[in-house]
């Protein structure tokens, strides 16, 4: 039967905090192993060799004592004297068999002999053997007795044979039983450092991790309304830090777009509900007889047909600026600006006789890639502005320049200008330098439109208070320029 999950303790190791722990606790337990297998290593090698050096020396020393007895007989309780209990001592033949063994290692329970090659020859190197009770293993050597101690005759119980082969060994007891506690302690200490590895990375993540509940809990209540609420930063150097600060950036971009669509809003419906009265305002006068004859009913026609137009271009504009929002792909032709210029200044000239309109060209060529309707929009909005915000008869003078790879187009009227804190709201919308709503202004959204434009063209737009040279305001429009490149002017 398959048990259940259990959710909050899944989703707990799911998190970011239970995958950190998770990774601590890896980690350090892969340490831990491969400090603890070194250490594990290092001293089974370490006692191996001290264990071979001894079993080298008491070879030495029973070899020795076999080899001054060369030519006599020995007997074999002389070499049995020779190695302590937990040594052990064994003769072989020529036939490689068994003539006799030490028997001390019988006197220690957990010790048994080791069990031996089936024919015993002299060894370069000592070798491990296991044990016939299966306890301890031995470490062994044998010493070749055929050739230096040639003439040795053994004498056992009475019995005299001619020895081979002498094997000596030491128990691995000690050396086991030091190994079976060094790996005790590592497991004791390895559990230890893993429980207070764990709480202590548990503790300190924790303490780690506030800031981002914090921030958790601030998005939340943003998120519930209270949009002056922000992530306090103690250590903006901090990751954490660094992410509440963008957050927090995030944060107030998000109250100010917020702020921005509210009085856009308002803005639009204080403009529509202008002209909507106005109009609704004649409408009534005609339907409750206020309109007695032909003249006044011209009036009330010709009032709701200019505020009927006023709300059109309103609404156009409101639409135009909802498709330039969206980042719809512009029609990218060839655009001749000094013919567009050409025809919007002439125009203009026939609208403002009582005008000086000046149009100076000065590279040969004044080619942009773009939607030609839209670019002359921008210029028209201009040229508009110049109009309107100047005092009639006042010049109004217009010069497309060539400058490295990019096309300027000024303009420039000879009006109040503006300050620069108005310079720097003109492009918001439905801003305009009076604070008015006048019908014979602007809507306010002009500017804003054609810095739209500009800039999705690749180009930017931008106003310059003209005071200190000779008053007004210059409107400067650069775009990328199209075709060989001029002589920059």
């Known amino acids: 039967m398959r048990l259940p999950a259990v959710p909050h303790v899944t989703s707990a190791w799911q998190g970011l905090r ?9 980690l350090l337990a892969a340490g831990l192993l491969v400090a603890d297998v070194t250490a594990y290593a290092a001293l ?10 001894t079993l080298q020396s008491l070879a030495d020393r029973i070899g020795g004592q076999v080899g001054r007895d060369s030519g006599n007989t020995i007997s074999w309780d002389t070499v049995r004297m020779l190695a302590p209990s937990t040594q052990y001592v064994a003769v072989a033949g020529d036939d490689g068999s068994l003539l006799v063994a ?23 190197e000592p070798f491990t053997a296991a044990s016939a009770g299966g306890g301890p293993g031995y470490r062994l050597t044998i010493i070749d007795l055929s050739g230096a101690a040639a003439g040795i005759t053994l004498s056992i119980d009475g019995v005299r044979v001619r020895p081979a082969a002498l094997v000596v ?19 004791t200490a390895s559990a230890a450092i893993l429980t207070a590895g764990v709480l202590t990375a548990n503790l300190v993540l924790g303490i780690g991790l506030r800031p981002l509940r914090v921030v958790a809990d601030t998005a939340r209540a943003i998120a519930g309304g209270q949009r002056g609420r922000r992530i306090p930063v103690p250590h903006p150097h901090s990751e954490i830090g660094r992410v509440a600060a963008e957050l927090n950036a995030a944060f107030g971009e998000r109250e100010d777009a ?22 609704g305002g004649w409408s009534d006068l005609y339907l409750n007889g206020g309109v007695v004859d032909w003249d006044q009913a011209d009036l009330a026609m010709a009032r709701i047909s200019e505020e009927t137009a006023r709300m059109q271009r309103l609404v156009e504009d409101l639409i135009l600026l909802a498709r330039l929002d969206a980042r719809r792909p512009l029609e990218r032709m060839p655009v001749d600006v000094v013919a567009a210029l050409g025809g919007l200044v ?25 939607d030609e309707t839209s670019l002359v929009q921008v210029m028209r909005n201009l040229l508009g502005n110049a109009v309107r915000y100047t005092p009639a008869g006042s010049p109004i003078d217009i010069v497309v320049a060539r400058v490295d790879d990019r096309l300027v187009i000024l303009v420039r009227d000879h009006g109040p200008g503006l300050d620069p804190q108005s310079i720097a709201r ?7 330098a009076d604070g008015g709503r006048v019908a014979n202004g602007g809507s306010g959204l002009g500017l804003s439109i ?40």
């Open 18 to 26: 239970g995958r950190l722990l998770a990774g601590t606790l890896a």
């Open 44 to 53: 089974e090698t370490f006692l191996r060799n001290r264990l071979d050096a």
């Open 102 to 124: 030490h028997e001390a290692v019988s006197g220690n329970e957990d010790l048994t002999p080791p069990v031996l090659p089936e024919s015993i020859r002299a060894t370069s």
């Open 169 to 187: 060994g030491i128990s691995l007891a000690d050396v086991d039983a030091t190994l079976n506690r060094l790996l005790l302690v590592e497991v």
């Open 258 to 279: 917020e702020d921005r669509v509210r009085r856009f809003v308002a803005d639009a419906s204080h403009e529509l509900r202008t002209p909507l009265t106005t109009v």
């Open 346 to 370: 002439t125009d203009l000239r026939m609208i403002e006789p009582g005008r000086t309109i000046s149009l100076r060209v000065e590279p040969p060529h004044a080619i942009v890639l773009g």
């Open 426 to 432: 003109a492009f918001e919308r439905f801003w305009r």
């Open 450 to 489: 054609a810095r739209e434009i500009t800039e999705q063209h690749g180009g930017t737009l931008s106003l310059h208070d003209r005071r200190d040279d000779g008053g007004g305001l210059e409107a400067r429009v650069t775009l990328p320029a199209h075709g060989a490149p001029s002589r920059a002017v």
